[in-house]
């Protein structure tokens, strides 16, 4: 029997957790880097090239690829001949999560409860633990970080065991198609099937650790991805898992994840830990800066861009998230003040990491805009000129932006560590007590957007 102090675990998960959230995936960067060489559209080349600058920039400030650091997920798989002392092994794992998310400037994303308490527990746990039991003497953890702009795009349905392969490919295909800007693509799927409802789920994402398929496995993903290859969506990469299920059953999940695919793994031994050495190759490309700059002050400047201009933002801006929206739409409606005019301002929707020493801002980024689309109308209707986030918006959206001529811009997403470079002046103003999600007036310079509505 051999015997490992869950302190171990505690310095692997705190570990871990930097990789992740600091280091893409070499698979990752070398396939977008081939996207880039081929690419000859402007934009998107110019897309690409801004997701292979700002993972050099993580790595080499070790700030967060994206300013959402996620929900941290382990996959434990321990050995039957492994011996625990210490603390329990999921305290072990909370306890290295905390350490490496105060420690280095990680965004705290979860709150307490989801139906009676969203009030963030202030320390990025508790993690999801998955645990195996495996005929070894040694311990392996793979650590996923998910992000909800993609998360909030999975979907698990249970298929008749006599499901044609046609109808699980369109299901997957229209996650796909729904998921869209909004996950920050290019995309890599997870798959899972097999089990029960939450097992497929959980086999979803387990499949991101994937190295090899079987052949059924992969000729699955042969097929599927000619099924899928006419979506406008940029899909770098299909996982999959199956396994044993019911008799009646066919459960068929898909977790979506961005471009960054963060994860890490490692395995403990009695005498060490050994980690998965995942660090690319990186080459300096330039990223286009040539837009035309506008500041946020020229109103009627503003009024006349043309849809699908890209601009680069100068001036004062206004992040406001769900919560903050809440709040200020409660204000209004009860006639209290304001925590600032809304006339002509622009708001961005975002939730930025903390700031390490040193630094204006921690990693920032725009989150899916469409959280926001029910309080558009009320805040257009108090003088916003204009909202900033990522994704489409819907059909009602875009009619309540129009009736008041108001704009939305877009921001690209996954390239926190870049835009947290725009941000010369960060000042919370309003609801401190949210966090990430307080109101908070920046001035940047030269933010790099694009006019879609």
Request: charged share 25%; proline share 3%.
């Amino acid at each position: 029997m051999t015997e490992i102090n869950t302190n171990k675990i505690t310095e692997a998960v705190y570990n871990l957790c930097i990789q992740a959230n600091t280091t893409l995936d070499t698979d990752v960067y070398n396939s977008i880097l081939n996207k880039y060489s081929k690419e000859v559209d402007d934009i998107k080349k110019t897309k690409y090239a801004n997701i292979l600058s700002n993972a050099q920039l993580a790595y080499k400030t070790k700030m967060p690829l994206c300013q959402d650091t996620g929900q941290v997920i382990v996959f434990v798989e321990l050995g039957q001949k492994v011996q625990l002392t210490g603390a329990l092994l999921t305290d072990a794992i909370n306890k290295g999560i905390e350490k490496a998310y105060n420690e280095n400037y990680f965004r705290k994303s979860v709150v307490q409860n989801t139906l009676f308490n969203r009030c963030n527990t202030k320390t990025n746990t508790p993690a999801i633990v998955y645990t195996d039991m495996t005929d070894t003497d040694f311990i392996n953890i793979k650590l996923l970080i998910k992000g909800a702009g993609s998360e909030n795009y999975g979907q698990v349905k249970m298929f008749s065991p006599s499901v044609r392969e046609e109808e699980i490919f369109n299901f997957i295909k229209e996650t796909i198609i729904n998921a869209g800007e909004k996950s920050c693509p290019p995309l890599t799927i997870g798959i899972g099937a097999g089990g029960t409802m939450e097992t497929a789920a959980m086999l979803s994402k387990k499949s991101f650790f994937k190295q090899e398929h079987t052949p059924d496995e992969q000729a699955f993903i042969d097929r599927l991805k000619k099924h899928i290859n006419n979506v406008n969506t940029v899909i770098l990469d299909i996982k999959l898992i199956s396994s044993a299920t019911h008799i009646a059953c066919c459960p068929i999940a898909i977790t979506i994840n961005c471009h960054s695919v963060r994860h890490s793994q490692c395995c403990i031994t009695d005498k060490e830990i050994l980690y998965q050495n995942n660090v690319p190759n990186f080459i300096d490309i330039k990223c286009d800066e040539t837009a035309q700059e506008v500041y946020t002050f020229e109103v009627e400047k503003i009024k006349q861009l043309k849809i699908g201009q890209k601009i680069l933002l100068t001036g004062e801006i206004y992040t406001a998230r769900d919560a903050a929206h809440k709040k200020i739409v409660q204000a209004i409606q009860n006639n209290e003040q304001l925590p600032f005019d809304l006339k002509d301002k622009i708001i961005f929707y975002a939730g930025p990491c903390p700031a390490p020493e040193g630094k204006v801002i921690g990693s920032i980024g725009p989150t899916t805009s469409t959280r926001m689309d029910e309080f558009l109308e009320i805040f257009h209707k108090n003088g916003m000129l204009a909202s900033l986030g990522k994704g489409e918006r819907s059909a009602e959206a875009k009619k309540t932006i129009k009736k008041y001529q108001g704009r939305y811009y877009t921001a690209q997403g996954g390239i926190a560590c870049l835009l947290a470079k725009c941000v010369q002046k960060s000042e919370i103003i309003a609801y401190p007590e949210l966090g990430t999600e307080a109101v908070r007036k920046l001035y940047v310079k030269r933010l790099p957007v694009t006019v879609e509505i």
